[in-house]
């Protein structure tokens, strides 16, 4: 595997605890921004001590992780505060096939945090922090739309053809995706749309990473010390248009057998692939409902205890990809992914989060989410495929998932 480093220097990390920074997300001075903040609580960063990419494969996490291993190990570290997310941290995004070639790491040279009423500032190396370059985040301006890969209907062709093949019992349920396009008149700062996503999705895990920003409500994983929590999710309804409506629709996705099934699928995986690295375990019998602002989830709160130190990235790599976001079974939905969707997902759908120096971390799943490329933003959402799904359903389902960063960009 050919990687891509950069870590010029022994990494001299100081991290010290400081007064209330205030939101963190208008902390972030320029537009190549990190973050993870979920209800006003989590880190940002910028600038880059040290950068990995990485050009896929399915040991990419554990790549990753060693390399990680190293340079923290190599570090001079001074952590007065030392918490989860203190010290060196580094933020990531994965592919989510193995084939694609996006997945990087990022140490920034500056990181603010806040967790259970403490803030810390971390900076690497004593370079001066370059005030010169704050740049005022501004709006996206002349934004125009146009279909990804497929056009909607072309999209409702292959979840029809994935449900046949559903029916033809060559496997149980897939996740299919699709991509919208935003043209904006000037490079798109992602600091906007961390804004907008922290204000509306507070419960959601808002997170820019480079170039990749949304805000996703799905844990992937995160661990602390011991501790593993996740937030497995799948079936969905857009909410009503009043608490009546909210509750029925609620009340019917939560009876839904084919929701139930979709759910299910995830649920059984995740908890099928912690048991061997867990000591303790439990996951529900039967899923909660998740309300967020725009749609309703099924939604398995999942905790354990690991029986024997691993990164988090160690777990993460034991998860991805899970059934909320590929299918089951997991090769067979890889490849009919690969075959019906005929675009590569990039970074949406796989694993977006932070790790840092002992290990813990909060990795998600990259949902709700855009690739910014300068001017452009490339925009994605799926749905579980089972037997009894309706493209059209579906097809509305998208526009909805959709709808949480159309607003981060339109306002
Ligand atoms: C694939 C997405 O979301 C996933 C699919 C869901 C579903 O099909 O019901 C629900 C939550 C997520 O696990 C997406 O938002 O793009």
Redesign the pocket.
Known sequence: MKLAVTAPERLVVRTTEVADPGDLVSRLPHPTALAWVRHGQGIVGWGEAARLALPGGEDRFAVADRWLRDLFANADINDTVQVPGSGPVAFGSFGFDPKSPDSVLIVPRWIVGRRDGKAWLTTIGDEPDPLALVRPPAEPTQLSWSDGTLSALAWEQAVAAAVGRIRDKRLGKV?L?RDLTAQAGEPIDARVLLRRLADRFPGCYTFSCAGLVGAT??LLIRRTGERVDSLV????TARGIDPADDAERGARLFASAK?RE?HSY?AEMVHDALAPLCAELSVPDQPELLTLPNVM?LASPVHGRLGRERSVLDVVAALHPTP??CGTPTDIALDLIRELEVMDRGR??GPVGWVDARGDGEWG?A??CAELDGTRARL?????IVADSDPAAELA??QT?FRAMQYALEG
Do not use: M, N, S
């Open positions: 996740v995706a409500p799905e999710l799948a079936g969905t929701d979709e995830a989830h909320a976001v949406y759908a799943i949902l709700r994605f959402a799926g749905c579980g389902e998208a998932k």
